[in-house]
Structure formats: C-alpha cells, structure tokens
T-cell receptor
Framework: NAGVMQNPRHLVRRRGQEARLRCSPMKGHSHVYWYRQLPEEGLKFMVYLQKENIIDESGMPKERFSAEFPKEGPSILRIQQVVRGDSAAYFCASSPPDSTGELFFGEGSRLTVL | GNSVTQMEGPVTLSEEAFLTINCTYTATGYPSLFWYVQYPGEGLQLLLK?????DKGSNKGFEATYRKETTSFHLEKGSVQVSDSAVYFCALSLYSSASKIIFGSGTRLSIRP
C-alpha cells in the first residue's frame, strides 16, 4: 500500500515562473491537505480538499495560489508568478473519510525560487 | 481561538538522558491530541495520539498523557537515542474528522552520542 506520493521532490523556478506541485493520496483516502513549512519554522495549513471540492482554503494566500483535487488524478497546488518568499517545503497529507484526526504525510516538495 | 504551544528548541541531550517536551493547548470543545515527528529530509509521521482525557499515547518508548485539567500533552521518553534526533510537533484536532489539524511550531531535538 503506497503512501502519499508527492512530486517533484525538488523544484527550482525563477521569479515570475509557475510552480505546480502534485500529490497522490494514499489508496482509499479522499481528503487531501496542503501545508507549507518555511525554513526553521512550523507547519502552516493552506488548504483542505475533497474530490472536486475545496472545503477550507483559509490558509491560502489570496493571490497567485490555487489548489484542486479533480475526480481523476492527483491534487495540484499551483503557484503563479513565484517570488523568492515562496521558497519553502510544501507538504501534502491525506486521510480517509472516517479519520479521527490522523494525517498521513508525503515527503514534501521543496521549492526554491531563484 | 484554538492553538497549540510547545517548548521552544533546540533541545540538546546526551544519549540515554530523560526527555520532556512540553505542550499545552487552547481549544473550544474536546480535542484529540497528537505528537508527530519529522526526521531530516522527510515528511511528518504520527508518533502517538490520545483522543480523550487521561488517555496515554505511547510508541517507540515515547509517552504522552492527555491532561484536561492542565490542558497539556507533554512528550516524554526515559532514555533517548541518537536516532531520536528530529523535530517534534504537538497538534490537536477538534472534530471527529481531520478537517484541520492545528500544529505547534515544532521542537528540534538533537541527541549527542
């Protein structure tokens, strides 16, 4: 049973480019969460999605950031016109519908903006 | 609001020392409490959890007891190993589903041989 798969593991972008991060949840998990971790800081919640629905996006910056979890395929976190401050590790987590609160994390995608 | 406050790091100990990492919470209602661990270059893994008052979670020699009266969930281990070096996150979840888990800021633990 494969765990949460994130790709790419490392992504380098120049300022103004777009970054797309992908996350495939564990089999049987229909809930996906994205978190951002800045260097030497804790995890900040960004968005919570279920298939084809955004449930809670209270942690998403209002501009340039978007997320989706289509009926088929992985969840995508998209960052348009990246800036240096977007450099961080982005973690995806998933949970089953009947979860009591446990999240299963991927290994993260590390974005570096030059 | 709902929040988690944990001991600031870094914490540096010698091998076989006793470990305590403090965690207190503020929550409306009755949260479930968690400790997650993040090893270098990896994602977070659930270490242990407790879902109601006086529950004790335990795993890999680590323990934490859900104390409602002090709103605390301190992490302890009797004898740490070098392989325990990692960042430890205390977290709470307010609902029966993982709608949004609130994490503490993390405590970096380094164990000297």
């Amino acid at each position: 049973n494969a765990g949460v798969m994130q790709n790419p593991r490392h992504l380098v972008r120049r300022r103004g480019q777009e970054a797309r991060l992908r996350c495939s949840p564990m089999k049987g998990h229909s809930h996906v969460y994205w978190y951002r971790q800045l260097p030497e800081e804790g995890l900040k919640f960004m968005v919570y999605l279920q298939k084809e629905n955004i449930i809670d996006e209270s942690g998403m910056p209002k501009e340039r950031f978007s997320a989706e979890f289509p009926k088929e395929g992985p969840s995508i976190l998209r960052i348009q016109q990246v800036v240096r401050g977007d450099s961080a590790a982005y973690f995806c987590a998933s949970s089953p519908p009947d979860s009591t609160g446990e999240l299963f994390f991927g290994e993260g995608s590390r974005l570096t903006v030059l | 609001g709902n929040s988690v406050t944990q001991m600031e790091g870094p914490v540096t100990l010698s091998e076989e020392a006793f470990l305590t990492i403090n965690c207190t919470y503020t929550a409306t209602g009755y949260p479930s409490l968690f400790w997650y661990v993040q090893y270098p270059g990896e994602g977070l893994q659930l270490l242990l959890k407790a879902t109601k008052a006086d529950d004790k979670g335990s795993n890999k020699g680590f323990e934490a007891t859900y104390r409602k009266e002090t709103t605390s969930f301190h992490l302890e281990k009797g004898s740490v190993q070098v392989s325990d070096s990692a960042v430890y996150f205390c977290a709470l979840s307010l609902y029966s589903s993982a709608s949004k888990i609130i994490f503490g800021s993390g405590t970096r633990l380094s164990i000297r041989p």
